[in-house]
């Protein structure tokens, strides 16, 4: 094997430029894969990392909230919570593996600014957290991405009144000025709109609960939000808006409201007894979500509890989505990239062999075998190949590390923030394992019908070619 490897260098050697063209297609070829593959890896590992960090590894649900709880999820409230909560973090096999555990609470309801005779009300999506679990789990990085949060001093659990709003829906409820915000002002006549019957009833239902239209709190405005509690009746409550941000996706910026846990369930479950729409489970690594899974359901079964469990994928098909769409463009592009490279390997061994025809015939007249002339050939592909992939291999791990190091950024879909932009090639061996496989072997079989042409060849006929 030495040998023909030695013999094969030689004789890639002896054309230079049509071997090193032949190279540089399958080096193209790698790196295209690699860098691309390295790409995608990056927005699936971010993808990752921000949805662990917003809704955990699991979730735990009452059953049938998933499907039916949207709508009316204080119908599907978890009852006993915190004994729930207190079992799973004690658990002999699901502590060491949780990060954090924390409850929330989802609603829904309408959210009226009425202070300073402004006329403004808007549907929210609210959720109720505790700020500290919040802040916790903004902290999850894994896999080294430096995609964290540094804790939000405007939302903590010291002000049990205090929540965060969408950009959109300060801007629809007019809180751009109390808030300083830099969002264009409604129309004239829309801002003068005297008020109607459903807001008259929002506002005086929320003068009766607080004793007074809703006023300003240490300089920060407050807004009523109304929603239906678990027993039907209306019910209100005021929330002093700490500040804005964007979340990325228009529908939830116009309707997103984030407030205490507590608050929430006064909203909800006013003096009725306090549930949660969910308890959340927060791993400390990934891959031990099917064990943690499979705990909870055994723990559910012992304590008798009709509660389901379900992954941050299932909770966010956006990531499937993403996943899937760019596994299929990186299987387009090494599927070019593989006809490439077989038809340059395929194109520079077929002009090996017509050059070499008379050598054939007279190595094969000296004795050599069929086989040996397939082989010989067969491994001038599979060096060529080699080479070329190792090439290619080494120019996409230097491409990936200046873009790293570049200070790049970019704003991928479903945020509303640039984010570092980075290509994930050199930590990833697999990756760069299966490219570089991929390439070779489709180097070996385009040598494949060349060899077998040249292993074909009469002796008599090879030794009469000019």
Not at 53 to 73: C, E, K
Not at 364 to 390: H, P
């Amino acid at each position: 094997m030495s040998t023909i490897l030695k013999v094969a260098f030689r004789n890639i050697l002896r054309n230079r430029r049509r071997s090193f063209m032949t190279g540089s297609a399958v080096a193209a070829g790698v790196t295209a894969m690699l860098l691309f593959g390295g790409f995608a890896n990056y927005i699936f590992t971010s993808l990752e990392t921000r949805s662990v960090q917003q809704t955990g590894h699991l979730t735990v649900f009452r059953s049938g909230y998933f499907l039916f709880g949207a709508g009316n999820a204080a119908a599907y409230g978890i009852d006993g919570y915190r004994s729930l909560v207190e079992a799973i973090r004690l658990d002999r096999e699901l502590g060491p593996m949780i990060n954090v555990v924390t409850p929330t609470q989802s609603l829904l309801g309408i959210a009226g600014n009425f202070a300073d005779g402004n006329d403004a009300s808007k549907t929210f999506l609210g959720i109720g957290v505790i700020a500290s679990d919040r802040d916790r789990m903004r902290q999850w990085d894994e896999f080294k991405t430096g995609l964290i949060t540094p804790p939000d001093p405007r939302f903590s659990d010291k002000e049990e009144s205090h929540g965060l709003v969408g950009l959109g829906l300060a801007r629809i409820l007019l809180l751009c000025r109390p808030l300083a915000l830099n969002c264009p002002a409604p129309p004239e006549q829309v801002a003068r709109k005297s008020a109607g019957p459903v807001n008259a009833d929002i506002a005086d239902l929320a003068g009766r609960e607080a004793g007074g239209v809703a006023a300003k709190a240490d300089g920060l405005p407050q807004i009523d939000l109304l929603a239906a509690t678990a027993g039907g009746a209306p019910n209100v409550v005021n929330l002093t808006v700490a500040g804005a941000d964007p979340q990325g996706v228009k529908e939830l910026d116009d309707n997103y409201v984030e407030m205490p846990l507590g608050l929430a369930q006064q909203l909800v479950y006013g003096r009725a007894e306090h549930k949660v729409t969910g308890i959340v489970l927060q791993l400390n690594r990934s891959e031990d979500m099917p064990a943690a899974r499979a705990r909870l359901a055994q723990l559910f079964k012992e304590r008798g509890a009709d509660l389901e469990v379900r992954d941050f994928s299932e909770l966010n098909p956006f990531y499937g989505q993403v996943r899937g769409m760019f596994s299929a463009i990186f299987l387009f592009i090494s599927l070019v990239m593989g006809m490439i490279v077989l038809f340059a390997v395929v194109n520079t061994m077929t002009m090996n062999v017509m050059e070499r025809t008379s050598e054939i015939g007279t190595i094969r007249a000296m004795g050599v075998k069929r086989g040996g002339i397939r082989w010989q050939f067969i491994a001038e592909g599979a060096l060529i190949g080699a080479i070329g992939a190792s090439a290619g291999t080494v120019f996409a791990i230097l491409v990936a590390a200046l873009v790293n190091h570049g200070g790049l950024s970019w704003v991928p879909p479903g945020n509303a923030n640039p984010v570092p932009l980075s290509v994930y090639v050199a930590n990833r061996p697999g990756l760069i394992l299966r490219a570089w496989t991929i390439l070779v072997a489709v180097s070996v079989v385009a040598a494949l019908l060349p060899a077998n042409r040249a292993a074909r060849l009469s002796v008599v006929d090879a030794l009469r070619h000019v």
